[in-house]
C-alpha cells in the first residue's frame, strides 16, 4: 500500500520560515519526482516545487523562488520543503505527490500525479 505522509504544517507569523516533510512508502522512487503543491482557498491546486528522485533536477514555482528549497533522502524516501520569507500568499493545504513524470512535467501538472497525501494546512498570519 503506497502512502504519502506528510508533516510539519501549521500557523507562522509573515517572514518567519516553516519545514514540510513528505514521507513516502510502499512504492519505489527511482524515476519518479516528488512534488509538493498547495491549494488555497477558492484557487486552482498549483505546483509549488518539484524534484527528480534520480537524477536531483529541481524546478519551482516562480512565486517561491528563492524563498523555497526542496530536497530529497533516498535512503529514508523523504522530500522535504523549506519555506523561508513566508507570506499571507503563501498560506494552503500543502500537498505532496508523486508519479513517474519529470519534475518539469509534474511540477505544470501536466499529468496527474499516482498519489496524493492527505494534505497540511500551513497559515501564515500575524
Known amino acids: 500500500q503506497v502512502q504519502l505522509v506528510e508533516s510539519g504544517g501549521g500557523l507562522v507569523q509573515p517572514g518567519k520560515s516553516l519545514t514540510l516533510s513528505c514521507e513516502v512508502s510502499?512504492?519505489?522512487?527511482?524515476?519518479?519526482?516528488v512534488g509538493w503543491f498547495r491549494q488555497a482557498p477558492g484557487k486552482e491546486r498549483e505546483g509549488v516545487a518539484c524534484?527528480?528522485?534520480?537524477?536531483?533536477?529541481?524546478y519551482y514555482a516562480d512565486s517561491v523562488k528563492g524563498r523555497f528549497t526542496i530536497s530529497g533522502d533516498n535512503a529514508s524516501n523523504t522530500v522535504v520543503l523549506q519555506m523561508n520569507s513566508l507570506t499571507a500568499e503563501d498560506t494552503a493545504v500543502y500537498y505532496c505527490?508523486?508519479?513517474?513524470?519529470?519534475?518539469?512535467?509534474?511540477?505544470?501538472?501536466?499529468?496527474?500525479?499516482?498519489?496524493w497525501g492527505q494534505g497540511t494546512q500551513v497559515t501564515v498570519s500575524s
Open positions: 505527490a508523486t508519479g513517474p513524470a519529470s519534475p518539469y512535467v509534474l511540477l505544470n501538472l501536466w499529468v496527474t500525479p499516482d498519489y
Open positions: 510502499g512504492l519505489t522512487l527511482d524515476w519518479h519526482a
Open positions: 524534484i527528480g528522485i534520480s537524477d536531483g533536477d529541481k
